[in-house]
């Protein structure tokens, strides 16, 4: 009898064995889907890291034009570039606009083109730019910004500034040429410096990334006792806004690009002068001086930008301004004291538009 018990006890502990066996290929097989899980999470937590935003604007003044048969021509033309940026010096993604902006003037020194002229970015303009009709593969100036910007995607600057060009500029790839015919010498330089300048301002790397252009030529002037001015004064931003609409990061800058005439009608700016920004000329821009705060433009852009952060588009364009377009909130005029009214325009429009 005790023979028999302890036969039946060692069949029993076999089973055991044998079941353990059985739950230990259970376990095994689930293994992959445990590792499926576990790089989708790891997919989820690259998807949330941060990336670096940058902007770049490049601008000539090297078309304007003397008075000829009675017209005069101050021309600003400024390609600029928003990019988003990961760790390893990767494009994420860019955005690509130019601003072309025409003041004519007379053999008088008179400006001729309304003061209150809008003016609108490429991307705005579109099939309006009037590039498609002419256009050996049909595309608009727009579709091709818009091809270029997604063939940089996934490419570092080096590799950007590597991309073959001829001696018109012109792309040389077969896969790019099949999508962009026009010169990207200046889109090449663009992203280059908008990489350079990127920044880590707290974008994450699903935000979407926004481009606001505003441009005015209101401030020209005719030429009299001295000089006449053909101004194009232009505002910039790239945000970056989450799936909750909330903004996550913002850069904003300017430029006020200059072209001087005599009352003849004769050019008397320096059509090679480098162009810079609002950003890029800093302190030299000299506003500190009669600043009532002791800040340089530039450093009152960057505090409006990081005020902004963390709201909405309804909460910045909620923001308060008095007559003169200057904040009255006093946690934004402890550090802002410059007319904001243009600041709000732009990030309206990049937010409205980001991709």
Not at 9 to 22: D, I
Not at 266 to 295: F, H, P, V
Not at 336 to 343: C, I, L, P, W
Request: some cysteine; charged content about 25%; glycine content about 10%.
């Amino acid at each position: 009898m005790k023979k028999a018990l302890a036969v039946f006890l060692a069949a029993a502990l076999t089973a055991v064995s044998f079941a353990g066996c059985g739950s230990s290929t259970t376990a095994s097989s689930a293994a992959p889907a445990s590792q499926a899980a576990s790089s989708k999470a790891a997919e989820s937590a690259a998807a949330t890291g941060t990336l670096k935003t940058g902007l770049a604007v490049i601008t000539s003044i090297a078309k304007s034009t003397d008075v000829k048969d009675g017209k005069g021509l101050a021309e600003a033309d400024s390609t600029v570039v928003a990019v988003a940026v990961d760790k390893d010096g990767k494009i994420v993604k860019c955005l690509i606009d130019a601003v072309q902006s025409k003041v004519n003037f007379s053999d008088a020194g008179k400006i001729t083109t309304p003061l209150d002229t809008v003016v609108k970015s490429k991307q705005e303009l579109g099939a309006e730019y009037g590039l498609g009709k002419a256009s050996g593969i049909k595309k608009e100036w727009n579709e091709q910004a818009d091809a270029f910007a997604s063939y940089v995607v996934g490419k570092t600057a080096d590799e950007v500034k590597g991309i073959a060009v001829d001696a018109e500029g012109k792309a040389t790839d077969k896969e790019l040429t099949a999508s962009v015919t026009i010169h990207v010498g200046d889109f090449i330089a663009g992203v280059e410096k908008a990489v350079a300048n990127a920044a880590d301002n707290g974008a994450k790397a699903d935000d979407k990334l926004g481009l606001g252009i505003q441009t005015s030529i209101s401030g020209s002037k005719d030429a009299g006792d001295k000089d006449g001015l053909a101004q194009a004064y232009s505002y910039y931003t790239v945000t970056t806004t989450g799936a909750d609409g909330k903004i996550t990061s913002c850069i904003i800058d300017a430029s006020q690009t200059n072209v001087n005439f005599s009352k003849a009608g004769k050019i008397t700016s320096d059509l090679k002068a480098e162009q810079k920004t609002k950003n890029e000329l800093g302190d030299a821009y000299g506003m500190k001086k009669a600043s009532k705060i002791g800040k340089e433009w530039n450093e009152e852009a960057a505090s409006f930008a990081k005020y902004v952060v963390g709201k909405t588009l309804d909460e910045v364009k909620g923001i308060a301004v008095d007559s003169e377009g200057k904040a009255t909130d006093k946690e934004l005029t402890a550090s802002v004291t410059v007319h904001v009214g243009d600041f709000i325009k732009i990030i309206d429009e990049a937010v409205s538009s980001a991709k």
